[in-house]
């Protein structure tokens, strides 16, 4: 079992900058690839980006060049950066952790991005 807890979510304005982070703990040696995911109101939960234990990061077109991931494996931490922070970035915003057998999520944060 894993478990995640994020953090760093709230409200910012347009243009500026916010900063996720997600801390895993209980089976934390099976963890592979950690990512974070969005859902915006009316939307369909999309992939925002991951990354591998090895550091390769994959983004969506949407947020390429403005987010980005990053990990801590000795803290077992995986952070969003999210700068020049547009209306359409407000979702909540899911931590995942995959381990061999299983996606894990965190409960969800939510970002609000006022114009």
């Known amino acids: 079992q894993v478990q995640l807890v994020e953090s760093g979510g709230g409200l910012v304005q347009a243009g500026g900058s916010l900063r996720l982070s997600c801390a895993a703990s209980?089976?934390?040696?099976?963890?592979?690839?950690r990512g974070w995911y969005r859902q915006a109101p009316g939307k369909q939960r999309e992939l925002v980006a991951t990354?591998?234990?090895?550091?390769?990061?994959n983004y969506a077109d949407s947020v390429k060049g403005r987010f980005t991931i990053s990990r801590d494996n000795a803290k077992n931490t995986v952070y969003l950066q999210m700068n020049s922070l547009k209306p359409e970035d407000t979702a909540v915003y899911y931590c995942?952790?995959?381990?061999?057998?299983?996606?894990?999520w965190g409960q969800g944060t939510q970002v609000t991005v006022s114009s």
């Open positions: 209980g089976n934390i040696f099976s963890i592979n690839t």
């Open positions: 990354i591998t234990s090895r550091g390769s990061t």
């Open positions: 995942t952790a995959d381990t061999k057998n299983k996606l894990y």
